[in-house]
């Protein structure tokens, strides 16, 4: 079975990871004992990618960062890649408020990986999931702005899904999946892409 390293501090996340990953046959480990230095970009494929480098400094495992954030059309993608602070911040009830008389209430989540190993990065996945923020929070599942997301092609929002039914949507499982076929695919023909620690 092969396993990646997750470096998150978030435990919905990992649970999110195993979900996608484990069709693929990808177990998922949470990385313990580093730190996710996140830099300020407007990118999030450019935060998960410094964070990473990083962390394959440090080990040969194959391991990968995730970066995510909620873009909110009316407020130009407000808080995109700020989301965490934001939710810490602001909270739910502030970005309501931010868009009490919003033209739109179209959002979208992004999530970007960075993946590595043998001490190196080697690629970067991203996906969306395109939505409407609503203007009551619903449902007790998941994190963060999950209570007031509902994903396009269904009325229920992120909070009131079972991790497999948003699993069917999320933006983080589907970057998740990318980097799975591309591993599997990649892995039968570039030898670099085995963990050297599991060839010893
Ligand atoms: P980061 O990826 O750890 O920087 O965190 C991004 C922030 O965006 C989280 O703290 C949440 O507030 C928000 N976010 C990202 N993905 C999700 C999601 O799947 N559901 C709810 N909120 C999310």
Do not use: C
């Not at 079975?1 to 435990?11: V, Y």
């Not at 177990?27 to 410094?50: C, N, R, W, Y």
């Not at 990473?52 to 995109?80: C, M, R, W, Y």
């Not at 602070?85 to 959002?107: H, Q």
């Amino acid at each position: 079975m092969i396993e990646f390293f997750f470096a998150t501090g978030n435990d919905h996340k990992i649970e999110e990871a195993r979900a996608a990953l484990a069709p693929h046959g990808i177990g998922v480990t949470k990385m313990e004992g580093f730190t996710k230095l996140e830099i300020q970009h407007p990118d999030l494929g450019e935060i998960a990618s410094s964070a990473l480098a990083l962390i394959v400094s440090k080990t040969e495992k194959p391991v990968f960062v995730e970066d995510s954030g909620l873009f909110i059309h009316q407020l130009n993608g407000f808080p995109g890649p700020y989301s965490s602070y934001v939710f810490e911040t602001l909270g739910l009830e502030g970005i309501l408020k931010l868009l009490e008389d919003a033209k739109t209430r179209k959002a979208e989540f992004r999530s970007s990986v960075a993946f590595g190993v043998n001490g190196k990065w080697l690629a970067n996945f991203s996906s969306a999931t395109e939505g409407t923020i609503q203007s009551q929070p619903r449902g007790e599942n998941g994190f963060g702005f999950d209570p007031i997301f509902v994903p396009m092609w269904t009325s229920k929002t992120f909070g009131e899904m079972e991790l497999r039914e948003k699993t069917i949507y999320s933006h983080r499982a589907k970057a998740i999946s990318k980097l799975a076929l591309w591993y599997l695919n990649e892995s039968k023909i570039d030898p670099e892409l085995k963990p050297k620690e599991s060839i010893l």
